[in-house]
């Protein structure tokens, strides 16, 4: 399975920004916001959230060369990138755990 640090190397200039602040949703000391990512977190909860949406993918049609894997990794970069343009967006994974 891809992983941020992946994503972050193979994408262009937008991909890294959204890696960037996707590990940003998740810093070191919630008392101070402006701390550093805590990338392990962040790792862990992309990878929660590919298998969240590979758990929720409709099945591949017939003579797809996509698998779910890789299709639930391209949709988890989409949505980094989607998410990415909205101000104070907070990881869904985070939300589901009842963290920040």
């Known amino acids: 399975m891809i992983t941020l640090h992946d994503v972050f ?3 262009n200039d937008r991909v890294k920004a ?9 810093p ?6 402006e701390s550093e990512p805590d990338w392990k977190k962040a790792e862990k909860h ?4 590919i298998e969240m949406i ?19 990794e391209n949709a988890a970069v989409g949505f980094l990138l989607a998410v990415n343009v909205q101000p104070d967006y907070r990881c869904p994974i985070c939300v589901k755990m009842g963290g920040i």
């Open 54 to 72: 590979m758990g929720s993918a409709a099945l591949p049609s017939p003579g797809s060369a996509d698998g779910p894997v890789r299709r639930a």
């Open 46 to 49: 992309f990878t929660y959230l």
């Open 9 to 11: 190397q193979r994408g």
């Open 18 to 26: 959204a890696v960037m602040a996707f590990g940003a949703r998740h």
């Open 28 to 33: 070191i000391s919630l008392a101070d916001p």
